[in-house]
């Protein structure tokens, strides 16, 4: 049995205008868990689609088991025993889970029917030895995301898969299902099976890999082992530069004043089923306040009621003394509140218009764009675009691009550099940071702090705990839609956070007898 | 860009016609007969001209009129029934209010549209408010546009021209007429006001606020709702101004070509216009370019027909498929879209 389940020498792969892949060696060893790491556009994905068969390098050697192998197809691959979980499921949503894994490889019986019992055990067979629960008769588009991902991961299993690949797997999991993940993969090592986990969270790679291979810019930095390394050496290696990882506590000494009050907020989601349960909150100026949460407890409806982009049922809003509940998102414009959405694709850009034209979004009515209904000044559009793009770093050919042809840091950047140039007094940032690579991620945390020493009250929210403890001056914990603490981040620990992250209460507490 | 797309047009009204070709083909007929007939009846003479800027001046307003819905992200169906109702305005105006010569016949112009704003803006509110889907109410409302105007000026009704037997009205006051432009042919003023509101559109859209935000609210009503733009107003607001552009339709056939209202005198020009405004690819100034294709198309067919080359329908299909070519892959990414909302 050759010691290595994959070896890559010296792939080179190309596209128009960029080498993504510039003379990589890499080897999985059997039976590991061995991570790839690295920023956004490093190449990671690049390379295990060569590695699958979904591309073919212009240079270097492939082999599999022992035995080289070129130019081959993705079927060839799986034929290999190598199976890939992508970053956007490949499941079709309204068939059942055991429907999706035969896809293509249907047992039957009597010649013509469908063996779907057969089916059915197998998938359970696979799903007890690998510790991957799953309902083999649920729909998939039932299920939670983190079984999804499991269905994804027996689907290559049930086709004899032996390396897998796993392409940013927890991207969309909540921090319990990561948790599961990390079992699973223990798992697979156990019965033999080698994996590739593409990821740019270091500390995911650092808890989860055995080895860790970081890129950057197509080439390999290192290959390190877990355990001897730390969060800030991979940093390094990916950016190349010290990252800072420190912490920015307000100077602010001192009384602060109150720019927005939330009372008793309630408000329903799109389906109508309640989803905010009494929300009270006190944004103030000098202040980052960030909101700690499992998603789907209401963080997005929370963003949308405090900017105007969904009805409220109950409760009030009030910045300073304006009174602005019920009204629509113009009202919170007018008054001077910015709001960096979590979906900058839905929300924060109309990806068709070019960046002049979605630089003024929310600020077209001001005057120095406007100055009446039937003149729009397109001289003053494209001076105040191009200030945007040199003053917040956007990177682009022109203020004339189509903003769907920016990559998302940069769009987030143009979307940061048109809120943060209003001089608001209230920014409402939800996930700012999401899908964007450390260098990215750094800059709009820095962008936010310097709001915030700036005199803007800002509330943040965030997926990444980490990320809420870092910046934020405090910590308020969302659950079932309801504040259901606020906390010091410089006192707390996150144990206690995850609790009532998960649960809404802290084991402590509850066993004195508290039911939440 | 702009070149791309045009190499695109051209050369899918090529493929068109090539398809064509292969269909006069099997079908028996002559291709040269009919192209040279087409082309006679389109540009041969000072007449043919005449009649193919005649055939297109109308359809110019019903492909702005789909292409202002169209960018609000909505699909106007119902131009032919707004522009019976501006024409029938037009008439009403032209026929019973004295006033000096061109202030009659703005005040005709602003009749029509305003009555057509009114037909576009019942689908426009109920969109808005209700959720109502647009194609079918303004397809609904377009019948009841065509009969109810023939309603009027049938035998016994007060607006019915009792010297005729066909439904029609009497001749406008001379204050309200357009002038012809082209003598002998039949081409009015009328095709310099479509000029014009072909420009006004065209800066509506691209260089006002509330073009701006027209357009944000077709492309992406989320982004625009983030932006502070009600999208109910601004769809209510397009199809109102839709409606408006298709009655200015009417207002020229009424004051201009016929200088009275004739029931059914359209043949098709606000279907015509769906076609129109789509080849264009939505934008203003394509549309003088539809527009007059569409026009050259109906001016050659009708002397096909009279040439007994084929029968006059074969514009309809060269039409058909140059819609066919022209449009279908920018329809089919816009329908998944819309059916997505």
Redesign the interface.
């Known amino acids: 049995m050759p010691e290595y389940a994959v070896e890559m020498r010296g792939i080179v792969k190309r596209f128009p205008g960029v080498v993504a892949n510039d003379g990589i060696d890499f080897a999985l060893e059997r039976g590991e868990v061995h991570g790839l790491l690295g920023e956004n556009g490093a190449g990671k994905t690049v390379l295990m689609s060569v590695l699958y068969g979904l591309y073919h390098p212009e240079e270097g050697e492939i082999v599999i088991n022992g035995v080289p192998h070129r130019h081959y197809r993705p079927a060839r691959a799986i034929g290999l025993g190598i199976g890939m979980v992508h970053q956007h499921f490949m499941l079709v949503p309204r068939l059942t889970v055991a429907e999706n894994i035969m896809l293509g490889q249907e047992p039957i019986k009597s010649g013509v029917l469908l063996d779907r019992e057969a089916a059915v055990r197998k998938i359970g067979a696979f799903s007890q030895q690998y510790g991957l629960p799953i309902d083999p008769r649920a729909r998939v588009n039932q299920l939670p995301v983190g079984e999804q991902q499991r269905v994804e991961i027996i689907k290559a299993l049930y086709r004899g898969a032996d390396t897998l690949i796993l392409d940013e797997p927890t991207a969309v999991l909540t921090e319990q299902e990561v948790e599961s993940l990390r079992d699973a993969l223990l798992k697979l090592k156990d019965e033999g099976k080698s994996t590739v986990l593409i990821t740019h969270k270091l500390r995911e790679a650092i808890g989860m890999c055995d080895r860790i291979t970081v890129l950057r810019k197509g080439r390999v930095v290192g290959t390190v082992h877990a355990k001897e390394t730390n969060e800030r050496e991979l940093a390094e290696m990916m950016v190349g530069r010290d990252v800072v990882f420190t912490v920015h506590r307000s100077e602010k000494t001192g009384e602060l004043e109150t720019a927005m009050t939330v009372e008793g907020i309630t408000a329903c989601d799109d389906r109508g089923i309640d989803i905010l349960k009494g929300i009270d909150l006190e944004l103030r100026r000098h202040e980052i306040l960030g909101i700690a949460g499992v998603q789907g407890n209401g963080q997005t409806e929370l963003a949308e009621t405090l900017t105007g982009l969904r009805r409220t049922t109950g409760g009030r809003i009030w910045l300073g003394d304006s009174d602005l509940t019920g009204q629509g998102a113009r009202a919170f414009i007018d008054a001077g509140i910015a709001h960096i959405p979590s979906d900058r694709h839905l929300r924060g850009l109309v990806m068709s218009f070019s960046l002049r034209e979605n630089a003024i979004l929310g600020r077209h009515r001001e005057s120095q764009f406007s100055p009446s209904p039937f003149w729009q000044k397109q001289g003053a559009m494209t001076r105040f675009t191009r200030e945007i793009i040199n003053a917040f770093g956007v990177k682009t050919p022109s203020a004339g691009t189509l903003a769907q042809n920016l990559s998302g840091g940069n769009q987030q950047r143009l979307i940061i550099g048109r809120e943060v140039t209003k001089n608001p007094c209230v920014i409402i940032a939800a996930q700012p940071t999401r899908g964007l690579d450390v260098g990215g991620i750094e800059y709009v945390r820095e962008q936010l702090l310097k709001m915030r020493n700036q005199g803007a009250a800002v509330l943040l929210i965030s997926m990444d705990l980490d990320e809420v403890l870092m910046v934020s001056d405090r910590i308020a914990v969302i659950y079932d839609g309801r504040i259901v603490a606020i906390k010091d981040p410089e006192s707390v620990n996150r144990r206690e956070l995850g609790e009532l992250m998960l649960s809404g209460s802290v084991s402590s507490e509850r066993e004195a007898g508290d039911e939440s | 860009m702009l070149v791309r797309e045009t190499g695109v047009t051209l050369l899918s009204i090529s493929l068109a016609f090539g398809i064509g070709c292969i269909i006069l083909w099997a079908g028996g007929y002559s291709i040269p007969a009919v192209f040279a007939n087409l082309w006679k009846g389109a540009f041969g003479n000072k007449i043919s001209i005449g009649q193919t800027l005649t055939q297109a001046t109308p359809i110019i307003f019903t492909s702005l009129s789909f292409l202002i819905a169209f960018r609000c992200g909505l699909f106007n169906i119902g131009a032919e029934g707004q522009m019976y109702m501006g024409a029938m305005a037009a008439a009403v105006v032209g026929i019973y209010v004295k006033l000096p010569g061109v202030l009659h016949v703005l005040i005709c112009l602003l009749a029509a549209g305003a009555v057509g704003a009114a037909w576009g803006w019942i689908p426009g509110y109920l969109k808005a408010k209700r959720g109502v889907n647009e194609f079918v109410t303004t397809m609904m409302l377009s019948s009841v546009a065509v009969y109810f105007t023939d309603l009027l000026v049938a035998p016994r009704m007060f607006l019915h021209d009792t010297r005729y037997g066909s439904n029609q009205t009497v001749r406008v006051l001379g204050t309200a007429v357009l002038p012809k432009l082209l003598r002998p042919t039949q081409v009015t003023w009328a095709i310099i006001i479509a000029g014009c509101v072909v420009l006004l559109v065209w800066y509506y859209l691209f260089?006002?606020?509330?073009g701006?935000?027209l357009?944000?609210v077709g492309?992406?009503p989320?982004?625009?709702?983030?932006?502070?733009?009600?999208v109910k107003r601004k769809i209510i607001l397009s199809m109102c101004l839709a409606g408006f552009v298709a009655g200015l339709a009417g207002a020229g056939e009424v004051l201009g070509t016929h200088t009275r209202f004739i029931s059914g005198f359209s043949p098709g020009y606000g279907w015509d216009g769906i076609a129109g405004g789509l080849i264009a690819r939505a934008h203003p100034v394509g549309v003088l370019f539809s527009a007059f294709l569409m026009g050259a198309l109906r001016a050659g067919s009708m002397q096909v027909q009279r040439s007994g080359a084929a029968p006059g329908d074969i514009a309809s299909v060269l039409q058909g498929l140059v819609i066919f070519f022209v449009i279908a892959p920018t329809l089919i990414r816009r329908l998944i879209r819309w059916r997505r909302r």
Do not use: K, L, P, V
């Open positions: 260089r006002t606020r509330s701006y935000e357009r944000a492309q992406s989320s982004a625009a709702e983030y932006g502070g733009i009600s």
